[in-house]
């Protein structure tokens, strides 16, 4: 069984930097032909795809986060990573790291709750 837990703080100040880190466990990052995403959910909004790494480690971003988003990883720890630069309020949201093997996101974290705030 797939299992990913997201970590990092919960409370972010505007223009910092947002990082959160994805743990994985029961499958490897690198597996063929998996891709590990970033998802996140704005309070009273839809859900909104951030980017991916895939099993290569090749990466892929949403157009519209491009410019500040970057997902990283470490294979010795099995996780990947997501910065998300000048953070604004704007991106308070709960952010899910996931499996994607397309076009079925399997397994998902919990989720944790990032608040853009002073």
């Known amino acids: 069984q797939v299992q990913l837990q997201e970590s990092g703080p919960g409370l972010v100040k505007p223009s910092q930097t947002l990082s959160l880190t994805c743990s994985v466990s029961g499958g490897s990052i690198t597996t063929n032909y998996y891709y590990w995403t970033w998802i996140r959910q704005p309070p009273g909004k839809g859900l909104e795809w951030m980017g991916a790494i895939a099993y290569s480690g090749s990466t892929y971003y949403s157009p519209s986060l491009k410019s500040r988003t970057s997902i990283s990883r470490d294979t010795s720890k099995n996780q990947f990573s997501l910065h998300l630069t000048s953070v604004i309020p704007e991106d308070t949201a709960v952010y899910y790291c996931?499996?994607?093997?397309?076009?079925?996101?399997?397994?998902w974290g919990q989720g944790t709750l990032v608040t853009v705030s002073e």
């Open positions: 996931t499996r994607l093997i397309y076009p079925q996101f399997e397994y």
